[in-house]
């Protein structure tokens, strides 16, 4: 009997001891990601999103592929994480992307990729903003600029912020377009 007393006891406290606060919600906003919309050039109308065909991200220092965009048949727009330690993070983006092998079956040694790549810069201020006990701290991304290195056959075209000196604080709208 002493033994289910303490055991009650103990689940009892535990129970009380919790609170409302000590666990992050799923719909608490974290750390955001930046968002690209892709647009048509020639219109240049913001409310025209152009896809961009058998579309690929890879990161450029690590070569690490982005699943939600390896080889997409359409996207108008894509989400991108930040790095969150650094002030710079870059990607590979490409344009019809594909993979093509010389003849050898499973040897992916033999495999060439085809494509246009346009490699990004993406350049910020990180701020670290407290959001609760249980979510701790979260990083907001300032003063950001992206560059496109020219390779001779770019893609893209132009890069423009949504707002002058924009700042990342949430998902809720695009940060950036890019004319193509």
Same mark, same amino acid.
């Given at each position: ?10 689940v009892l406290t535990l129970t009380l001891s919790c609170e ?49 965009? +390896? /080889? *997409?048949?359409?996207?108008? $727009? ?7 330690? =650094?002030? %710079? &993070? ?11 092998? +010389? /003849? *050898?079956?499973?040897?992916? $040694? ?7 790549? =346009?490699? %990004? &810069? ?19 991304f300032k003063n950001i600029t992206i560059t496109v290195e =020219? ?5 893209i075209e132009v890069i423009q912020s949504v707002n002058d ?16």
């Amino acid at each position: 009997m002493r033994k289910i007393t303490a055991l009650l006891l103990l689940v009892l406290t535990l129970t009380l001891s919790c609170e409302r606060d000590d666990i992050c919600s799923g719909e608490t906003p974290t750390t955001p990601r930046l968002i690209i919309s892709f647009l048509d050039l020639t219109t240049i109308n913001l409310e025209n999103p152009k896809n961009v065909n058998f579309f690929r991200v890879e990161t450029v220092d690590d070569l690490r592929v982005l699943d939600v965009y +390896n /080889g *997409t048949a359409a996207a108008d $727009s894509v989400i991108l994480p930040l790095k969150t330690t =650094d002030s %710079i &993070t870059q990607y590979r983006m490409y344009k019809d992307y594909a993979i093509s092998n +010389n /003849g *050898t079956p499973n040897d992916p $040694s033999d495999d060439f990729i085809t494509g246009n790549p =346009d490699v %990004i &810069t993406i350049e910020y201020a990180t701020e670290d903003v407290y959001v609760s006990k249980a979510c701790g701290y979260k990083s907001i991304f300032k003063n950001i600029t992206i560059t496109v290195e =020219d390779d001779g056959d770019n893609w893209i075209e132009v890069i423009q912020s949504v707002n002058d000196n924009q700042t990342i604080e949430n998902e809720d709208t695009p940060h950036f377009n890019i004319f193509h």
